[in-house]
C-alpha cells in the first residue's frame, strides 16, 4: 500500500487545486466545448421547425420599428392559411396601442380566428424565494398546469400580452433567460405557472393538455401521439444541443414569406413553397440589431445567435431527444482523481521517457473520449479538470521523483566519497607494504616476506570489500565492451567478431545450402537449437518445416511414435492414425536433440532412417519414404560412448558426416558483454548494470552457459524493476554467482599470488586457471594483463620496479619472464600509437587492444597509451 501513497496524495492535492481554479477556467471550458461543437460539425435541425425573421430591411420597409400590428395579424392570417401546425410569435404586446387600436382589434380577430397562436412575455426578475406582488392574483387559465410541481424559480413583475389578445391565443410562454442560455422551464406566477414559449409551442405541436403536462424539478414530460418525450432540467433549465448557425434551420424572411403567400393567392408561383409550413411549428421573430425584441448570444458557431434561433434550438433537441447530457460533478472530479492518481504513479514508477510520454498520452485519451462521447451521445465530459489535474499530477510526480532521485544520488556520492576516503587509506599502506615487501625479498629475508605477504593479504582484502561496494555503485559501460564494430549477428546468434563463434558461424555459411547431415556438439545451454535452426534457415528448405525433438526427455516406445507416427490401433491409447515427426518434416529439417540420450535398439531403427530415408509407423506395415535433412545434437561424447560400446558406430558415423562443435561460454569472455547486452535490450531497453556485477558475470564460469546467463538477466531485471531501480547490483544477481566473487581475496589477487608461487612457469596461467575452480584460461591470462598494466603506471612507468613488484621474487629467472610478458603488453599497446596522428585520433584504436581486458583495466591501458605518445617511455 505504501507504493500508492505519493500517487494518491499527489492526485487528491491535484484534484483539490482543480477544484479552486476551475470557476477561474470556465471560460476555457467553454472554448474546449465550442470546440468539440466545431469538429462535430453542423447538423440540419429538425424539418418540423420553421423560423420567420424580421431583419433591418423589413423593418424599414414596413415603415420602422416598431412594426404596425397589423402586418403581424397579415404573418398569422398566411400561416394559418398555409397549414402551419403551431404559430409561434415572440414578439411581447403588452399595450393595447392608442395611435392604432384598429390594428390591435384586426390581431385579436384574426389570433382568435386561427387557434393556434401561442405568444410571449417575461418577467423583470426571478428568483428562488416565493414573492408576493403577484400571489395573491388569479391567474387565467392559460397558467393552469396541475400536473407542475417542485419549481425553483419564482418571477415578479409579469409583463404579457394584452388581455384580449392573451384571451385569444392558445397559449402564453416566458422567455425569460437565468444566464446567457439557460431558459426555465416553468416559473411560478401567483397560484399559476408560465412555461417557458419552447414549452408552450412544443405542447400545441403535440396535441396535449396542459393537465397532461407533467414536471417534477427533474423531468417534465408528455405525450406525442403513442410516444412519450421526457426533458430532463438541471436547476430548472435545459442544456441546448446546437445543431449549427441560423442557416441549419428552415429560416425565411418575414417579406418573402407575405410575397409568397400573395403570389399564391394570385396564381403566380411563389419564391417559397406553401408546402414548407404545412403542419410545422412556425416561429416568428426579430432579428434586427437596435431593437428591444432583439437579443443574440455567444453559440458554438456564431458569435451573434438571435434568440429566435435559441427557440428553435430547444424544440429541435425535444423532438429529436437530443438535448446535452453533463457528466454530474461529483463524477467529474473523482474520474478527474483518478486520471490523476494514474499519471502521478506513471511519473513516479516508469523511467525516463516512458514517465513523460505516457502521462500525455492519458490526457490525449481523455479529450479523445470526451470528445466521442460528445459526437456519439451528446455528453459533454468536462476537460479543464481533467487537464489540470493529470498535469499537476505529472508535474508533481516528476518533481517528487527528481527530488527523491537527488537525494539517493546524495546519500549516494556521500557514500561513495567516504568508500573512496578508505580505499585510499588502505591502498597507501598496501603500497608502503609491497615496498617493503620487495626490499625483503631482494634481501631473502623469509620470515619478513610472510609477515608482510599476510599483512598485505588482509589489506587487500578490504580493499577488495571497499572496491567491491564502490563498483556496484558505477554504472558498467557495456556499449563499449560491446560496440557494434565488434558485435556479429547470424540468424539471431550474436557474438564476437573473431571470437571462438566466428568459426562456427563461418562454417555454418559453408554448410548450410547442402543436404548433409549435421551433428552439433556442446554443452547444455550453448544454443545448439539455435544453430540448427540457422542451418534450415539459410538452406534450401528454409520455407519447409523445422520440426524439432528433444529425445532425452521421451521414453523409447513414446519416442518411436512420436518420431515415426502410429496406425489406429497399434497399441491400447492408438484411437486413430498419427503422423510421425518425420513425416511433418518432410521437406524441411528434422532436429533431434540429446541424440546420445537414445538407446541401441532405437538407434538401429534410426540407422534405416538416415540410410535410405524410409520406415514405417507402429503397428503398419507400409514403407514410408521422406525426403529430410537431419540435424542431431547432444552434450555427451559421442565418440567416447562408441568406444564404450553404448553407441552404435554406423549411427555415429552417418550422424557425424558435418559437426560443429560450440564453445561453452567460459571460452566465450568476448561474447559475454555482447550477450548482456542483447538480454537486457530484450528484457528492459533502459536497465543499467553496475561496474562489479559485470566483473563478476565476466568471472562467473557459467556451467548452464547461455542458457543460464540469459535466466541471471532476466531475474535481475526483475528485482532492480521491483525495487524502482534502473541499475542491476549485485544483491539482484543468483546466490551462486554472488558465492563466487565473495571469496576474502580478489580474484585478481588470486591469479597473482597464484602465478607467483609458479615462478610465471610457461604452465602456470592454466595451472592457475584449473585451481581456481576451472575458470577459463584466458580470464587468468587477461587478469594478469591488467594487473601488470596497473602495477606500470601506479609506478610510473617504471619497468623494473614494476617487474619485481610482478613477481616479488629474487630469481632471476622468474623476473626475466615477468619482464618479457610486460615487454609484450607494452609492445601490443605501442602496434596503435604513432606520433604522426593526434591523441585524440588515436584514442578509438585502442578498443580493439582492450578486447576480454576487465573492465576495471581500461583506463590503466589508456594511461599506459597516453604516456607512450607522450614519450614517457619507450621499449627497450
Known amino acids: ?233 438541471t436547476n430548472g433549465s435545459v442544456d441546448l444541443n446546437y445543431p449549427g448557425r441560423l442557416t441549419s434551420f428552415a429560416a425565411y424572411p418575414f417579406l418573402e414569406v407575405l410575397k409568397s403567400y400573395d403570389a399564391v393567392r394570385a396564381g403566380r408561383t411563389p419564391s417559397i413553397h406553401v408546402q414548407q409550413f404545412r403542419n410545422k411549428i412556425v416561429i416568428v421573430g426579430v432579428i434586427a440589431e437596435g431593437t428591444t425584441e432583439t437579443k443574440t448570444i455567444a453559440s458554438p458557431f456564431d ?141 631473502r629475508t623469509p620470515d619478513r616476506t610472510d609477515e608482510l605477504l599476510e599483512e598485505i593479504r588482509k589489506y587487500k582484502a578490504e580493499i577488495h570489500e571497499l572496491t567491491s561496494r564502490r563498483d556496484d555503485m558505477e554504472e558498467a559501460h557495456i556499449a563499449d565492451a560491446s560496440s557494434s564494430e565488434e558485435t556479429g549477428e547470424f540468424e539471431g546468434i550474436v557474438f564476437e567478431r573473431g571470437g571462438p563463434m566466428q568459426a562456427v558461424v563461418d562454417f555454418v555459411g559453408k554448410i548450410a545450402g547442402s543436404d548433409a547431415t549435421v551433428l552439433i556438439l556442446g554443452e547444455s545451454g550453448t544454443g545448439k537449437e539455435m544453430v540448427a535452426r540457422s ?117 555415429f558415423y552417418r550422424l557425424n558426416v558435418l559437426a560443429i562443435e560450440l564453445p561453452p561460454l567460459r571460452n566465450r569472455q568476448g561474447d559475454i558483454p555482447i550477450l548482456i547486452t542483447h538480454f537486457l535490450r530484450k528484457e528492459d531497453g533502459e536497465m543499467k548494470m553496475s561496474r562489479n556485477v559485470l566483473d563478476n558475470l565476466q568471472g562467473y564460469a557459467w556451467p548452464g552457459n547461455i542458457r543460464e546467463l540469459e535466466s541471471v538477466i532476466t531475474r535481475a531485471v526483475l528485482l532492480a524493476k521491483a525495487d524502482k531501480r534502473t541499475m542491476i547490483t549485485m544483491k539482484d544477481l543468483a546466490e551462486e554467482i554472488v558465492a563466487a566473487s565473495t571469496s576474502a581475496v580478489a580474484l585478481e589477487d588470486q591469479i597473482l599470488e597464484s602465478l607467483r608461487e609458479k615462478g610465471f612457469s610457461r604452465s602456470a596461467i592454466s595451472e592457475t586457471a584449473t585451481e581456481l575452480g576451472g575458470i577459463n584460461r584466458g580470464t587468468v591470462a587477461e587478469y594478469l594483463r591488467g594487473q601488470c598494466l596497473k602495477a606500470f603506471v601506479e609506478h610510473t612507468y617504471d619497468l623494473d620496479v614494476t617487474v619485481r613488484y610482478i613477481s616479488l621474487s629474487a630469481d632471476p629467472a622468474v623476473n626475466e619472464r615477468v619482464r618479457k610478458k610486460i615487454q609484450e603488453y607494452l609492445a601490443n599497446i605501442s602496434e596503435v600509437v604513432s606520433d604522426s596522428r593526434p591523441w585524440e585520433v588515436l584514442k578509438p584504436f585502442l578498443k580493439s587492444k582492450m578486447k576480454n581486458l576487465p573492465q576495471k583495466y581500461h583506463s590503466y591501458l589508456e594511461q599506459a597509451a597516453e604516456a607512450r605518445y607522450r614519450r614517457v617511455w619507450h621499449l627497450e
Open 1 to 233: 500500500m505504501k507504493r500508492f501513497r505519493a500517487p494518491l496524495i499527489l492526485a487528491v492535492a491535484s484534484t483539490l487545486v482543480a477544484l479552486a481554479v476551475s470557476p477561474l477556467l470556465s471560460p476555457l471550458e467553454e472554448t474546449l466545448t465550442s470546440a468539440k461543437y466545431r469538429i462535430r460539425g453542423e447538423q440540419r435541425a429538425d424539418t418540423n421547425i420553421v423560423l420567420v425573421y424580421l431583419d433591418g430591411e423589413a423593418i424599414r420597409e414596413l415603415g420602422g420599428y416598431p412594426v404596425r400590428r397589423s402586418f403581424y395579424a397579415l404573418m398569422i392570417n398566411a400561416l394559418t392559411e398555409m397549414k402551419a401546425k403551431v404559430i409561434g410569435i415572440d414578439i411581447v404586446f403588452e399595450k393595447p396601442s392608442f395611435e392604432y387600436p384598429e390594428y390591435d382589434q384586426l390581431l385579436v380577430h384574426v389570433a382568435r380566428a386561427s387557434q393556434r397562436v401561442v405568444l410571449s412575455s417575461y418577467f423583470d426578475s426571478l428568483t428562488r424565494a416565493p414573492t408576493m406582488n403577484d400571489a395573491a392574483i388569479e391567474q387565467p387559465d392559460a397558467f393552469s398546469y396541475p400536473q407542475v410541481a417542485n419549481l425553483q424559480l419564482t418571477g415578479s413583475g409579469f409583463h404579457a400580452p394584452f388581455e384580449s389578445l392573451r384571451e385569444g391565443t392558445r397559449g402564453v410562454g416566458q422567455v425569460n433567460m437565468q444566464e446567457e442560455t439557460d431558459f426555465p422551464l416553468f416559473v411560478e406566477l401567483g397560484k399559476g405557472v408560465v412555461p417557458y414559449f419552447g414549452v408552450e409551442l412544443l405542447r400545441e405541436f403535440c396535441d396535449a393538455e396542459r393537465a397532461g403536462v407533467s414536471y417534477n424539478g427533474l423531468v417534465m414530460t408528455l405525450k406525442r401521439g403513442g410516444k412519450l418525450i421526457e426533458i430532463g432540467a
Open 303 to 443: 458569435a451573434r445567435f438571435p434568440v429566435l434561433g435559441l427557440h428553435g434550438v430547444f424544440l429541435d433537441n425535444a423532438l429529436r431527444s437530443g438535448f446535452v447530457t453533463k457528466i454530474p460533478q461529483w463524477l467529474a472530479v473523482l474520474l478527474a482523481a483518478l486520471l490523476g492518481f494514474a499519471c502521478a504513479s506513471t511519473g513516479l514508477v516508469l523511467q525516463s521517457p516512458s514517465n513523460k510520454i505516457f502521462p500525455p498520452v492519458l490526457l490525449v485519451g481523455v479529450v479523445g473520449i470526451s470528445l466521442l462521447l460528445f459526437i456519439v451521445a451528446t455528453v459533454i465530459l468536462p476537460l479543464v479538470p481533467f487537464l489540470v489535474v493529470g498535469i499537476l499530477s505529472t508535474i508533481a510526480s516528476l518533481y517528487y521523483k527528481h527530488r527523491y532521485v537527488s537525494t539517493q544520488l546524495r546519500t549516494a556520492l556521500s557514500e561513495k566519497e567516504q568508500i573512496a576516503m578508505q580505499l585510499s587509506d588502505r591502498e597507501a599502506k598496501v603500497a608502503v607494504l609491497e615496498r617493503e615487501l620487495m626490499n625483503a625479498s631482494a634481501q
Open 535 to 651: 542451418i534450415h534457415t539459410r538452406s534450401g528448405r528454409p520455407a519447409k518445416p523445422f520440426v524439432a525433438v528433444n529425445c532425452g526427455a521421451l521414453a523409447e516406445n513414446l519416442l518411436e511414435s512420436e518420431l515415426f507416427g502410429h496406425e489406429k490401433g497399434a497399441f491400447t491409447e492408438a484411437i486413430k492414425d498419427k503422423l510421425g515427426r518425420f513425416e511433418l518434416a518432410d521437406g524441411g529439417t528434422i532436429f533431434l536433440d540429446e541424440i546420445g540420450e537414445v538407446s541401441e535398439s532405437f538407434q538401429l531403427k534410426l540407422l534405416r532412417v538416415l540410410q535410405q530415408g524410409e520406415f514405417e509407423r507402429v503397428g503398419g506395415t507400409k514403407t514410408i519414404k521422406v525426403n529430410v535433412r537431419v540435424i542431431a545434437a547432444t552434450n555427451k561424447d559421442l565418440k567416447q560412448l562408441v568406444s564404450e560400446k553404448r553407441f552404435r558406430e554406423d549411427v
